[in-house]
């Protein structure tokens, strides 16, 4: 903490926006024993210090009056992770976090608060999550709450995450491996499949009037987009 403090101290510092939970979330099991976050919200409120954070955990309600209580002096956004409410795949995609469920209550409870509110619909999975009945389902709860912004980007596999990745849908939804092989050639999905998956995440943006240009810093979002 005392590092954190004299960079948020120091004269060079411009209270640039604190990007939380980009490579890790912030909220793991551990720091429901830690408790590391309630010292850095003290800090963060105490030099005023714009923030945005992103997690796939529900330990983050414990904090929320810390988290009102800086959104109050400052900009602060949470991106809450969700790509779908499916129990046949959210449990074999997503182990060791937070229930679909537990995180859209993250959303409904930080709805009455200060804080921007937004949803990181991403990685949607081909064949998975990106079918008609998961987005449908996705966009129209996500509305019901309702958030500033949403960002929903496809799944992205580039150098050793490929295989990993791969080997994953082989062990897990055999019958999609032979699918998978072929649209994944390169890093991203063929064309043709991005721009109608675009395509159809632009028709349900327009059905339930979820935002996508939300900006609490341009250089924030950006970090954002490229780490996942």
């Given at each position: 903490?005392?590092?954190l403090?004299k960079?948020?101290a120091?004269?060079?510092?411009?209270?640039?926006?604190?990007?939380?939970?980009?490579?890790?979330?912030?909220?793991?099991?551990?720091?429901?024993?830690?408790k590391?976050?309630?010292?850095?919200?003290e800090?963060l409120?105490?030099?005023?210090?714009?923030?945005?954070?992103?997690?796939?955990?529900?330990?983050?309600?414990?904090?929320?009056?810390?988290?009102?209580?800086?959104a109050?002096?400052?900009t602060?956004?949470?991106?809450?992770?969700?790509?779908?409410?499916?129990e046949?795949?959210?449990?074999?995609t997503?182990?060791?976090?937070?229930?679909?469920?537990d995180r859209f209550?993250?959303?409904?409870?930080?709805?009455?608060?200060?804080?921007?509110?937004g949803?990181?619909?991403?990685p949607?999975?081909?064949y998975?999550?990106?079918t008609d009945?998961?987005?449908?389902?996705?966009?129209?709860?996500?509305?019901?709450?309702?958030i500033?912004?949403?960002?929903c980007?496809?799944?992205?596999l580039?150098?050793?995450?490929?295989?990993?990745f791969?080997?994953?849908?082989?062990?897990?939804?055999?019958?999609?491996?032979?699918?998978?092989?072929?649209?994944?050639?390169?890093?991203?999905?063929?064309?043709?499949?991005?721009v109608a998956?675009?395509?159809?995440?632009n028709?349900?943006?327009k059905k339930y009037?979820?935002?996508?240009?939300?900006?609490?810093?341009?250089?924030v979002?950006?970090?954002?987009?490229?780490l996942?």
């Open positions: 903490m005392d590092l403090e960079e948020l120091a004269k060079k510092w411009k209270r640039e926006v604190v990007n939380l939970g980009g490579v890790t979330d912030s909220y793991q099991a551990i720091e429901a024993k830690e590391i976050m309630p010292r850095v919200l800090l409120i105490k030099y005023k210090n714009p923030v945005t954070i992103s997690t796939k955990s529900k330990l983050i309600l414990r904090d929320i009056e810390l988290w009102d209580k800086l109050k002096l400052t602060v956004s949470l991106a809450v992770s969700l790509t779908t409410f499916d046949n795949i959210y449990p074999k997503e182990p060791c976090s937070s229930s679909p469920a209550d993250v959303l409904r409870q930080f709805r009455k608060t200060d804080v921007k509110l949803v990181l619909a991403m949607i999975l081909p998975l999550t990106d009945d998961n987005m449908e389902e996705l966009f129209r709860r996500i509305s019901e709450v309702p500033d912004y949403m960002f980007q496809m799944l992205n580039r150098g050793e995450t490929k295989s990993h791969l080997n994953f849908i082989k062990k897990n939804f055999t019958g999609l491996y032979d699918q998978y092989m072929q649209l994944y050639h390169g890093g991203f999905v063929n064309q043709d499949y991005r998956f675009q395509k159809k995440v028709l349900y943006r009037g979820i935002r996508h240009d939300y900006v609490i810093s341009k250089q979002v950006r970090q954002q987009l490229e996942l």
